[in-house]
Each structure stands twice: as C-alpha cells, then as structure tokens.
C-alpha cells in the first residue's frame, strides 16, 4: 500500500492538506453552519476546495466528514443524514483526488462528553463512530481521527474504527500548552496520551489544532522522546482573532509558519500539514520546502 511505503521510505516527508472549514468560511459560509452540509448541498464548493490541496502539493487530502459522526449530526437534528452527508463526503474527494495520491477519511469528536462534564459513555462514542467509519471504509486508504481531547473518547474512536476497518489510523490529539506542559482540555498529559495511543496501535501519532506552529515545535520536542511511532503534526496559523463578520481569521505569515514546519520535520515529523488558518498557499510553500528538502 502507497501510504505504507511512504512511512517506510526514510528519505520521504508527507505532505497532507491545510484548513477546510476557514477554507469554506472564505467562499461566503455562514459560521454556525456544519461544513459538512456542503457535501451535499454545494458540493462544488468542496470538490474545488480539494482539488486546491492536490493541485498546491499534498500528497494527500481528508473528506470533509470532520463532523459526520451519529451524534455530532444528531446534535445539529442530522442524523438521519448521516449515509449521504458521509457518501457525498467521500464522492466529492474521489472527484478531486490525483492518481498516485491518498484519500483519508476525517473523524472528529462527537461533541459529546463524558461525565461529569457531559453525558457520553464510551459504548456510545463507539457506536456513533462506527456508524460514520462502516459509511467511509469503502472508499478511503487511510484515517485521520483528529482534534481529540479526550484520551478516552480518542480510544472509543480508535476501538470503532478498528472493528470495520484494518487500514492504517492517524491519531491526532489536540492540546494546550501549559506552566506543566501540553495537556488536553480534560487534563490528560502528552505522555499519558502517546502511551494510549501506543497500546491502542494507531499506526501514526499525531497532534492538531488549538496550538499555532511555534507551540507546536515546543510539543514536536517533547513528543519525539515519548513515541517510536511516526508522528503527523498539523498546526493552526497562529492564534485567531475574530472579525467584525463574527468569522475567526489568522493572520500568521505563511513564511513563519513554514519555516516552523521544517523546523519539526527536523525534528523528526514524517507527516506534516495545517490546520485552522491555513491554505493551498500555505501547503503550497510547505511542499517547496519539502522538495527542496528530498533534492
């Protein structure tokens, strides 16, 4: 398989795509909307925003399914959606994607917490993303399960997406960095989550998200001493700021956030792309680098 090889190639850095949803909020989306309504709704809109992260470099791109779980849907009255907003996902990405390119199917949290802060158990984390992952085996080559944070509900997925699926799983936290060091938001530390991950047998293990470039060479440090595994980093393009339109906007320069991306691939990073705030210009230069880098 394409994805094993390039892990297993030492000499190769894999690129992956930037932001969706700042990408849809640019072309006139409403914030409050679930981009994953564009599946189906426009889904040119989508299709062109994949094809830009192709054409700009990556080497590969996620559905637009970040929010397609049972009950992330359910919480916005969509779950009886669920089949055509994931299909749809998957139809426009295969639109879009490149020979000798990969498409990776996206599974964000449910929204759900467990107690005492909401009221998911684990057996419903898995239900709802196993219901999302048997829609999206079929047509990807590998997972992303990302912007966790919670180890446990990042186990729940992993279990779920396990049970239907042997392809390889990037699993991805999301963190703050803190006086102690990186945790999540329900307080479990970069080593506790690594450790997890681990013994959960994600294949790659990553972070994304909450944390702009700089931070995250801080978090690639530390996360290199606690994992043998590959590890996929994608940050978000500084901090944002919220406009008068109400719609978060990030002002980072491409050129600080690249140069901090080939600062972890220093050291270490097999896998690396952008999160909220970031662009095909922004994968674009990424890849320049990464070309410059291999030559």
């Known amino acids: ?23 849809v909020f640019k072309r006139g989306i409403k914030p409050g909307k679930l981009p994953d309504t564009l599946n189906i709704e426009q889904p040119d809109v989508i299709i062109d925003i994949h094809k830009s992260y192709y054409i700009a470099g990556a080497d590969m791109c996620q559905s637009n399914t970040f929010g397609s779980s049972f009950i992330n849907l359910k919480n916005y009255k969509l779950e009886d959606r669920i089949r055509e907003i994931n299909l749809g996902g998957l139809e426009n990405i295969k639109k879009a994607c490149p020979p000798n390119h990969l498409i990776v199917a996206d599974i964000g949290p449910s929204g759900e917490f467990r107690p005492p802060v909401g009221k998911a158990s684990p057996d419903q984390w898995i239900s709802s993303f196993e219901k999302q992952a048997t829609l999206l085996e079929a047509g990807v080559d590998l997972w ?36 102690k060091g990186f945790y999540t938001i329900m307080g479990d530390s970069l080593e506790k989550c690594a450790q997890i991950q681990e013994d ?17 060479v801080d978090l690639m440090k530390d996360l290199k001493h606690l994992t043998d595994k590959p590890i996929s980093i994608k940050p978000n393009a500084g901090q944002p700021r919220i406009n008068s339109d109400n719609i978060a906007v990030y002002d980072q320069p491409i050129k600080d956030f690249v140069n901090d991306i080939g600062e972890m691939i220093q050291l270490g ?21 990464i070309d410059s880098l291999e030559n």
Request: aromatic share 4%; net charge negative.
């Open 1 to 23: 398989m394409l994805f094993h090889d390039w892990l297993n190639d030492s000499s190769k850095i894999i690129l992956f795509d930037g932001g969706m949803g700042s990408e």
């Open 144 to 179: 992303h399960i990302e912007t966790m944070s919670d180890i446990e509900e990042m186990k729940a997925a992993l279990e779920a997406v396990r049970i239907i699926s042997k392809k390889p799983i990037i699993s991805s936290m999301t963190y703050k960095k803190t006086k």
């Open 200 to 216: 959960q047998d994600a294949d790659v293990i990553g972070a994304n998200c909450t944390l702009g470039s700089d931070q995250m």
């Open 269 to 289: 990073a097999k896998i690396v792309g952008g999160c909220c705030g970031t662009s095909p210009a922004t994968i674009k230069e990424i890849r320049k680098l």
